[in-house]
């Protein structure tokens, strides 16, 4: 069991500024990400888009914004639960247990949750055929290649992790790449090595198709392909992988007794709580009139959230408000000297 | 000032009046359209508000995609030729009585 005054449910540019304001006011916070690495939409669906928006920076891009914050809280050493979700909030002892998917154990006076639009989960195929052979024989991602070894491999998907396990898996599998148009959104060396691979014969390329079935009894067989006018195809396969980016979804947050609003919780904007004491939200998955869905929205909610987590971490001390150009305390804690 | 038609996978219609310069998917959020979700907000990085357009002049006389609309596309959930992000259509009065049919889900 992790003792912390706070736990942050998401590691995107929100929580991670609200983790900054904590460190700022003397408190401890441990952070949980669903993804591998840190920054949230930021770092998945835009790293090398620029934004316009953040205030005092003209332009960065997704990733840039990361590192930054990431620097921005070194000074605090806080922990970050990668690859891990929250999947239960209890409340024992006026206190909430939170456990992870992986078996983690935290006890915090405040939980706040920084989701997004929830956790990010691949994006599967719409056959309900396939459900029957999920993380079996179809699979939307790889863990332990030497399973394709020798095998009839069918590979959906135009992205990077399509034409890279493609081109990768080629080299002992017997793979056949489908796409549902011509162009590829891959990186340009990859498509050249495909369409190689493809002119000598090393797989099967097979485009303006999208997966119909899949076949099988008891263990997969074949799956059935159709072109845009309705032909079809039928093609052997041991495996189907399928690479369509991340989706999110609001996953085990509906089931923790907070209102919903749509996808989205309510908070009031004094502090960001919900309606469980103790539990905030801040960012694109809180809700309240005016909510705009910007970056530097989310900052300040996380500041404002910070201090009311302050009111339950430290019950017998007084919040007192200080600016870092003049705090010593707060220097201090930033390690900085004067 | 445009009308729009939204019609969902179970054929059950809607119509709204959508102001100038807002996206088609914004005129759906906003008038509580179910089947179009926008989880990014229109950053043209979730493809959740993905619809068909499938009366193909209209498909033709609507703006041509910009770059990065098929790659997200892509990751839609059963998309075809006549496919398009809806945050992407820009209403203006040449899109009234523009119908949008929306995927069985969007993801």
Known sequence: ?338 | MAKIKYIEFSGKEHEADVANGLSVMEGAIQNDIPGIDGDCGGGMSCATCHVYINNDEWYKKLPEKEMGEDDMLDQAYEPKSNSRLSCQLIVSDDLDGLTVHMPEKQA
């Not at chain 1, 396939?130 to 135009?158: C, Q, R």
């Not at chain 1, 890279?164 to 090595?193: C, M, Y």
């Not at chain 1, 396969?237 to 399928?242: K, R």
């Open chain 1, 1 to 338: 069991m992790i003792k912390t005054d706070v736990v942050i449910v998401g590691a995107g540019p929100t929580g991670l500024f609200c983790a900054h304001q904590l460190g700022i006011i003397g408190l401890k916070c441990e952070i949980v990400d669903n993804l591998s690495k840190i920054g949230g939409q930021c770092i998945e669906l835009y790293p090398d888009k620029p934004i316009y928006d953040i205030p005092a920076v003209p332009e960065c891009t997704g990733e840039e914004l990361t590192n930054n914050l990431i620097e921005q809280i070194k000074p605090f050493n806080f922990n970050f639960h990668l690859s891990d979700r929250v999947q239960e909030l209890k409340s024992e002892n006026g206190k909430w247990t939170v456990k992870t998917l992986n078996g983690k154990r935290f006890e915090t006076p405040n939980v706040v949750i920084a989701g997004g639009v929830g956790s990010f989960e691949p994006r599967k195929f719409p056959t309900k055929s396939a459900e029957k052979y999920d993380g079996k024989s179809v699979l939307y991602s790889i863990k332990d290649k030497t399973i394709f070894k020798d095998k009839s491999v069918v590979i959906f998907g135009g992205g990077d992790s399509a034409l890279d396990w493609a081109i990768e898996l080629s080299n002992s599998s017997k793979v056949t790449l489908v796409h549902r148009r011509d162009e590829f959104r891959g990186a340009p060396a990859s498509v050249q090595k495909i369409k190689e691979l493809s002119e000598n014969k090393t797989i099967d390329l097979i485009t303006k198709y999208s997966i119909k079935d899949v076949k099988g009894n008891g263990s997969l067989e074949s799956v059935e392909i159709k072109g845009e006018s309705g032909e079809s195809k039928v093609i052997k396969a041991d495996y189907v992988l399928g690479f369509f980016g991340l989706i999110m979804q609001l996953g085990p947050i509906s089931e923790w007794g907070l209102n919903l609003d749509k996808k989205a919780i309510p908070v009031n904007t004094e502090n960001f709580e919900t309606n469980k004491k103790g539990i905030f939200a801040i960012g694109d998955i809180c809700t309240y009139p005016g909510k705009l869905k910007l970056i530097l929205s989310g900052f300040h909610e996380g500041a404002l959230a910070a201090r009311g987590c302050f009111k339950y971490a430290r019950p017998d001390e007084k919040y007192r408000f200080e600016f870092t150009t003049a705090s010593s305390t707060i220097k201090d804690r930033l390690g900085v000297k004067e």
